[in-house]
């Protein structure tokens, strides 16, 4: 159990200053940005109590806006990620498998790990970008922003995922 933890706290440490130091200044065409820190909340265990995931999700977002200058944007989109997820598993993962299930793709499939990752995904950069953008003005802009920004995420995770895999 406590190696459990310890094996979270590294990977929350780490995508944390992974996305702080390498990818928050990763602006391809202006547009897309990539937010691998939600790789943690993704990938906790289905059977964790949705309350304690929102308070990693909480932290995790708060870590990224401390080091980011994003007053609570990362936090509340994912916390809405962490508050939605367990909806999303139970839309993606058979109901016989759901009881002590780590999403990944050799636990899910690989298509309906994808499905899983990009309605995740496409969720929570929804939120965070229109947070950001905070204008309806130019609502292309933003819509091609969490689309080109979803595809970049969601490649990166499959790419961890494909070395996960074979390590």
């Known amino acids: 159990m406590l190696i459990n933890y310890l094996h979270k706290i590294g990977w929350f440490i780490g995508l944390v200053l ?53 007053p609570g944007m990362n936090a509340a989109a994912t916390v809405l990620l962490a508050f939605l997820r367990p909806v999303f598993l139970r839309l993606f993962v058979p109901r016989d498998t759901l009881d002590t299930l780590v999403p990944a793709i050799r636990t899910m499939g690989i298509l309906p790990f994808l499905k899983y990752l990009v309605v995740s995904v496409l969720i929570h950069h929804g939120l965070l970008l229109t947070l950001e953008f ?17 595809l970049l995420t969601v490649t990166c995770i499959m790419a961890v995922e494909g070395i996960r895999k074979k390590g």
């Not at 940005?33 to 932290?59: C, G, Q, V």
């Not at 905070?134 to 979803?150: D, E, K, N, P, V």
């Open 18 to 70: 992974l996305q702080v130091l390498i990818l928050n200044n990763v602006h391809i065409a202006g547009y897309v940005t990539p937010f691998l820190y939600i790789y943690l909340i993704l990938k906790f265990e289905s059977d964790t109590p949705r309350n304690a995931l929102m308070l990693w999700a909480f932290f995790l977002g708060l870590a990224v806006d401390v080091f980011s200058d994003t």
């Open 134 to 150: 905070f204008s309806f003005a130019h609502i292309g802009t933003l819509l091609l922003r969490i689309a080109a920004s979803t």
